[in-house]
T-cell receptor
């Protein structure tokens, strides 16, 4: 099992450019998440999905869009990148949520710089 | 809404010394609590979790944490630090329910001196 994988690992964008980050998991998990990590801020939830075809906003969704067309993939899009979106992005997945919490498994991260 | 407080951003200990990383939480219902570790340029890895069973939880790499409801704390300890323990540590809280999320603290960087 590869677990949770993310592509690309690094990316540099210019302000106004767009890009898509891909997250893939091979654990048949229902739930998937996108976080951003900034120094001194911990991890903050951007968007999440509770199943194929469904997405929902997290704590910091502005400037991002997501899609979950296939159960194993969760895409994070930046339509017009801004320097404030310079961050490390982590994808995670879990078997379920609700009261019966299941562990979230994290990918290795994507380091994005917006100039 | 739940929250997590990790006081301070950096802790430095000598190799072989006790490691103590503090975490306090706020929750209106019984929480699940977690400690994650992040090694440089890597993703997060679960160290240990409290899910309302035993209040003293043992995790990987010799770490343990004790849930103290009266103090709303879940401090992480290790009796003897090793150089390989140098990393960033995150405490997180989860309270369940339809729209509940995993809420992270800001993280603490642990340095280990030779």
């Amino acid at each position: 099992n590869a677990g949770v994988t993310q592509t690309p690992k690094f990316r540099v964008l210019k302000t106004g450019q767009s890009m898509t980050l891909l997250c893939a998991q091979d654990m048949n998990h229902e739930y998937m998440y996108w976080y951003r990590q900034d120094p001194g801020m911990g991890l903050r939830l951007i968007h999440y999905s509770v199943g194929e075809g469904t997405t929902a906003k997290g704590e910091v969704p502005d400037g991002y869009n997501v899609s979950r067309l296939k159960k194993q993939n969760f895409l994070l899009g930046l339509e017009s990148a801004a320097p404030s979106q310079t961050s490390v992005y982590f994808c995670a997945s879990s078997r379920s949520a609700g009261r019966s919490y299941n562990e979230q498994f994290f990918g290795p991260g994507t380091r994005l710089t917006v100039l | 809404a739940q929250s997590v407080t990790q006081l301070g951003s950096h802790v430095s200990v000598s190799e072989g010394a006790l490691v103590l990383l503090r975490c306090n939480y706020s929750s209106s219902v019984p929480p699940y609590l977690f400690w994650y570790v992040q090694y440089p340029n890597q993703g997060l890895q679960l160290l240990l979790k409290y899910t309302s069973a035993a209040t003293l939880v043992k995790g990987i790499n010799g770490f343990e944490a004790e849930f103290k409801k009266s103090e709303t704390s879940f401090h992480l300890t290790k009796p003897s630090a090793h150089m390989s323990d140098a990393a960033e540590y995150f405490c997180a809280v989860y309270v369940g329910g339809a729209n509940s999320k995993l809420t992270f603290g800001k993280g603490i960087t642990l340095s280990v001196r030779p």
